[in-house]
């Protein structure tokens, strides 16, 4: 059978924020700011992103606005955190269509701070 996308996309940033409350810091500062560590980590320009894949933030199109990313390719996926593993093979499979060449996965949860409770 084989694996058809091996050596077609790979991961090449990764980027997160500290674990905690942060009042005044929502999610979408969150993720921005591990864009930019993700980024940083790639060694990639913010405008090399034409790809944007997000999972538990309500607006790709908020996202993009508030990083000033342009992206051609979007999707987001729903809340549930266990989708989040899904981003990894829409993103391979947005490479290899030739629908993008760098995609940017973010994953974002504010939960501590805005006092979500689970369970």
Same mark, same amino acid.
Not at 53 to 61: D, G, M, P
Not at 89 to 106: C, F, I, R, Y
């Given at each position: 059978?084989?694996?058809?996308?091996?050596?077609?996309?790979?991961?090449?940033?990764?980027?997160?924020?500290?674990?905690?409350?942060?009042?005044?810091?929502?999610?979408?500062?969150?993720?921005?700011?591990?864009?930019?560590?993700?980024?940083?980590?790639? &060694?990639?320009?913010?405008?090399?992103?034409? @790809? $944007?894949?997000?999972?538990?933030? %309500? #607006?790709?199109?908020?996202?993009?606005? =508030?990083?000033?990313?342009?992206?051609?390719?979007?999707?987001?996926?729903?809340?549930? &955190?266990?989708?989040?593993?899904?981003?990894? @093979? $829409?993103?391979?499979?947005?490479? %290899? #269509?030739?629908?993008?060449?760098?995609? =940017?996965?973010?994953?974002?949860?504010?939960?501590?701070?805005?006092?979500?409770?689970? &369970?």
């Amino acid at each position: 059978m084989g694996w058809p996308l091996k050596d077609v996309a790979c991961v090449a940033g990764v980027g997160n924020t500290e674990y905690g409350v942060f009042p005044g810091n929502d999610d979408y500062g969150l993720a921005a700011g591990a864009r930019k560590q993700a980024v940083d980590d790639a &060694g990639i320009r913010f405008e090399d992103i034409d @790809g $944007l894949i997000i999972n538990r933030l %309500a #607006s790709y199109e908020k996202f993009a606005e =508030a990083t000033r990313l342009n992206p051609a390719y979007c999707l987001r996926l729903q809340e549930e &955190g266990r989708l989040s593993a899904m981003c990894l @093979g $829409l993103a391979m499979q947005a490479v %290899a #269509s030739g629908l993008a060449n760098t995609v =940017a996965l973010v994953y974002a949860n504010n939960a501590k701070t805005a006092g979500v409770r689970y &369970g």
